[in-house]
């Protein structure tokens, strides 16, 4: 019989990075996913790398350690890391006010950023609207990273250079203490055993331990977002805008975020959770989002299976307030689903003393997950 130190089920980016730690620390590991390759929400995003937008001080801290990780990595084998840098970028007084408040910080907690007038900001980005734009914040140390092949670039060199064993195709349907450690039960009848377990199944929380998750206070979000057709270099740096300094969860730390009042053509974006993002990837196409629509975690079936068109032209509709772009066509629409913790900011509970679940990260899984997980397993160890 043989045993790792630890497995881990579900390859997104938490077990990935779990894994990764673990290694790192001389640990055997075992990955199993369920599918030929993960393709959930840690594919499905932006790719965006931007601590700037968390909440202050613990999870911007994880972002920021994130982003050394990413670097460090970039460095050994490339994962696609582009640093950058991300630009906020105000519409109004109110959120120019927001700016100057964060500005100030982040310059306390030494995070790189600088502010921007109307008249630099369009110096820099002439793609920007003159009417839109009422000035600029600039974190040069963000970055951004392809959602399609990051995970996988790392998975593939935990294998080949760090000694992860990986088996996809393989689903757990138990795991249970067993002889003072962990077994593993697979859909195709193998048997696993393990010191510890880390369950990181992202949405599918109907088949393990369902009782856990359904008492965790859970929901699930369904994002929309687009990809427009390749184009000529329209800008480099990741672009958020006046929606998202109203969303973020670091604005939430400045003092004048309560005196924020949304305007009459505001307030339809913010009850479909929209908050207009872009990256511009190599081939020259732009993710173009996104929306927010939550349904508690067992009330999936409840979203059904529709892209709405509505909230797509709605997406568009502001974007092409912010931007001018050669096209706006648009090459593909999609929807993303993540889990996400109702009252805290992830959800973490351990099992008879040996299996580990964590789950719940929501939207900051790609900024913030190497730097939690790295937090998680020295704990752990």
């Not at 992860?164 to 349907?173: A, F, G, M, N, T």
């Not at 999936?300 to 096209?327: P, V």
């Amino acid at each position: 019989m043989k045993k790792y130190d630890l497995i881990i089920v579900g390859a997104g980016i938490i077990g990935t990075f779990c894994a990764y730690h673990a290694l790192k620390k001389g640990k055997t590991v075992l990955l199993l996913e369920k599918d030929a390759q993960p393709f959930e929400a840690s594919f499905r995003n932006f790719g965006q790398a931007v601590p700037s937008g968390q909440s202050l001080p613990q999870w911007f801290e994880y972002g920021r350690k994130s982003l050394k990780i990413y670097k460090d990595l970039q460095e050994n084998t490339d994962i696609s890391l582009v640093k950058n840098g991300s630009w906020y970028y105000a519409s109004d007084d109110q959120e120019m006010t927001l700016l100057e408040e964060i500005h100030q910080l982040f310059t306390e907690r030494n995070y790189t950023n600088k502010l921007y007038s109307a008249h630099e900001c369009l110096e820099i980005n002439p793609s920007l609207k003159k009417e839109y734009v009422k000035g600029g914040l600039f974190f040069p140390e963000e970055a951004s990273l392809n959602p399609l092949v990051m995970v996988h670039r790392v998975r593939e060199f935990l294998i080949q250079y760090m000694g992860l064993h990986y088996q996809p195709l393989c689903s757990v349907i138990s795991i249970e203490k067993k002889r003072g450690i962990a077994k593993i039960h697979s859909a195709h009848g193998q048997a696993f055993w393990s010191d510890k377990v880390i369950l990181a199944s992202g949405r599918d929380t109907q088949f393990l331990f369902p009782d856990i998750f359904a008492q965790a206070d859970l929901k699930i979000s369904k994002l929309q977002m687009m990809r427009l057709k390749p184009q000529k270099r329209a800008f480099d740096a990741n672009i958020l805008t006046g929606l998202t300094i109203r969303r973020y969860e670091s604005f939430h730390s400045c003092p004048s975020f309560h005196k924020l009042e949304a305007s009459v053509d505001q307030k339809p974006l913010q009850e479909q959770g929209i908050h207009i993002l872009f990256k511009q990837a190599a081939d020259g196409s732009i993710i173009l989002g996104d929306s927010h629509a939550y349904v508690q975690a067992h009330q999936q079936a409840n979203f059904g299976f529709e892209i709405a068109t509505e909230i797509n032209e709605m997406m568009l509709n502001e974007a092409k307030r912010i931007l001018h772009l050669e096209s706006w066509d648009v090459d593909s629409t999609w929807a993303g689903y993540y889990l996400q913790a109702n009252k805290s900011d992830i959800f973490t509970k351990t099992l008879d003393d040996v299996i580990h679940v964590i789950n719940g990260i929501g939207g900051k899984g790609m900024t913030t997950s190497p730097g939690f997980t790295a937090e998680y397993i020295q704990k752990l160890y």
